[in-house]
Structures are given as structure tokens and as C-alpha cells.
């Protein structure tokens, strides 16, 4: 599913690797059934390859982690989060492609 550089954040890890994460994370909530979800996994791993040292990335699966999506508004998948000190500083919607997920960063780091 993730790439070595992608983890997998659930429900039970969320508040430890993201909330209290000492460097911003990008966050792909995504599903199975998602069309457009496959893809953009696949930009998500390059962009953590790249990013690696400067962001954590992983991925919550909506349909196992359904609080997660609840909880941070997630209407359509996929949807990519930034979090920066525990809060969420940025959202994509879609599968946009890698130059607007680097860009968006980059404005984070």
C-alpha cells in the first residue's frame, strides 16, 4: 500500500505521530473504492521520498478510521492535510498533481 517513507496513521496513532509530530505532516485521507485515491497514492509516495527529513507523510484510510475523517471534515477523498504544531495549516481536494502538493509544502517548511 505505502511506500517506506509513507505511514499508516490510524485512529490510534494519530495523536502521537501527527498531533505531536516535531515536523509538519502531510496527511492522504484516502479509500479503497476511490478512483482518483490510486493515483494520487502513488504522487504521495514520491512526494514523501522527496520530502523526507523536512515532512512525515502517511495515509488514513477514511473507511477503517471514520473518527479521523470526522473529526477533521474530510467530505471527499482523497483530501491531502498539513499539520504544523497540531493544527491544520493547509488542504488539497483531489488528486492534484505533485507540483501543487510540492508547492504547498514548500510554503510550510
Not at 64 to 73: E, I, K, M, V
Amino acid at each position: 500500500m505505502a511506500g517506506k517513507n509513507v505511514h499508516e496513521f490510524t485512529d490510534g496513532n494519530f495523536r502521537d505521530e501527527v498531533l505531536g509530530s516535531d515536523v509538519p505532516v502531510l496527511v492522504d485521507f484516502w479509500a479503497v473504492w476511490c478512483g482518483p485515491c490510486k493515483p494520487l497514492g502513488k504522487t504521495v509516495e514520491v512526494v514523501a521520498d522527496e520530502y523526507s527529513g523536512r515532512f512525515k507523510v502517511g495515509k488514513v484510510n477514511i473507511d477503517d478510521n471514520g473518527g479521523l475523517a470526522s473529526t477533521y471534515g474530510i467530505t471527499a477523498v482523497p483530501t491531502l492535510l498539513v499539520f504544523s504544531g497540531g493544527e491544520v495549516v493547509d488542504r488539497l481536494v483531489g488528486n492534484v498533481p505533485k507540483d501543487r502538493i510540492a508547492s504547498m509544502l514548500d510554503s510550510h517548511i
